[in-house]
């Protein structure tokens, strides 16, 4: 998300530089605090003094999640405002999580204090606008995840190694987790295979650790469908995008959810969406028309919703034409880019 707005617009209108607080490794588990997190969290207040003193921002934009990390985020943005900046919270949160909860008064109180470090805060979606605003009490502004829609939109180079000729492909992009859904999927999957024995689940993503990575394969083998089902890894680049543009239909079966980053670059590569109708995915995708809607943890459901898209080409083909059309219009990075820099303006009030 950084990158991309760096690339964007913003980084033509406002001078900007960056504080990099990651962990800088591909495999992580989330909300996973570690003996070496107050020494990370010591790193990237020190990174930020310095950025303040020799940047000198006059707005600093904090991307924030939901978690213990975000005690780290406060006392970031805590500081830039002491430093005298404004401070805009671009919160990538949920509203089920322990931390901030927006759920218990407990909860919605300590959200309200640490959130008053921001003049201004972003969530994703409209939802998370309606009810994040009535937890802590204030106005906010939304701006979904976005994607390179051009990139993705891009007619597959060539054939995907990975598929036969007369398949077709049931993608997933994503932690290879049980909060991720991933263990749902694989129920379905025979339920799948049963009607279309020429299916094939693309599995794009790794486990929280090595360990786990052989026991998926086994959970695939257990269940009588290792044959059609092919982990392809981390993938990034052109690997990604053809695993995008040789897919069918993209399956989201998550427990929970902000709102994915799979879903814009989905819709942009024209694959409709099997999702559950968890955080701010239901505000970006329409039931019926964008694809399909289920509860989370049910996997019948999962797979009666992937078998109604491969046995009704029709239907799939009008979903596909009409996420295509609509990915420019909502998720270009450009309109993300906007929707933020409108934010940033409002705290400077208009001036350079």
């Known amino acids: 998300m950084i990158g991309m707005q760096l690339e ?11 504080v990099d607080t990651s962990r800088g490794t591909l495999r992580w ?98 939802t998370y606008q309606r009810q994040m605003g009535a937890a802590w009490r204030r106005r906010l502004e939304w701006s979904p995840n976005t994607c390179e829609v051009e990139v993705y939109s891009a007619p597959p180079p060539h054939a995907a190694p990975w598929l036969a000729a007369d398949e077709r492909a049931v993608l997933f992009v994503g932690r290879l987790s049980a909060p991720k859904g991933v263990y749902d999927l694989l129920d379905a999957v025979p339920l799948v295979v049963e009607r279309h ?29 290792g044959d059609h089902v092919t982990f392809l890894g981390h993938v990034e680049g052109a690997a990604k995008t053809l695993a995008y543009g040789t897919s069918d239909l993209i399956v989201v ?7 994915p980053l799979v879903i814009p670059e989905a819709l942009a590569a024209g694959l409709p969406v099997v999702s559950t109708a968890v955080g701010a995915i239901p505000d970006f995708v329409v039931d019926g028309e964008d694809g399909f809607l289920v509860a989370p943890r049910d996997p019948r459901a999962l797979a009666d919703r992937i078998n ?9 083909r009008r979903m596909s034409k009409r996420v295509r059309e609509r990915a420019p219009r909502e998720f270009a990075i450009e309109v993300g880019a906007e929707r933020v820099a409108i934010v940033i303006r409002s705290v400077l009030d208009g001036s350079p």
Request: charged content about 25%; hydrophobic content about 40%.
């Open 253 to 259: 079966p998550s427990w929970t959810e902000a709102f």
């Open 197 to 225: 024995p020429r299916v094939r689940f693309v599995l794009a993503g790794v486990a929280e650790t090595d360990t786990m990575e052989p026991v998926l394969r086994a959970e695939a083998a257990k269940r009588g469908v």
């Open 8 to 18: 964007s617009s913003l980084g033509r209108e406002f001078e900007l530089a960056t």
């Open 29 to 126: 588990a989330v909300e996973s605090p570690t003996w070496s997190t107050p020494f990370r969290a010591v790193r990237d207040l020190s990174r930020l003094v310095r950025a303040l003193v020799r940047f000198r921002p006059r707005v600093v934009l904090v991307h924030a999640s939901s978690s213990p990390s975000f005690v780290r985020d406060w006392l970031l943005m805590s500081t830039a405002r002491v430093a005298g900046a404004k401070v805009v919270c671009h919160y990538h949160g949920t509203t089920h999580t322990r931390f901030p909860s927006c759920e218990t008064p407990t909860g919605r109180t300590i959200g309200r204090f640490l959130m008053r470090a921001a003049h201004r805060v972003i969530v994703l979606g409209p």
């Open 308 to 316: 109604r898209l491969l046995e009704d080409e029709e239907m799939r």
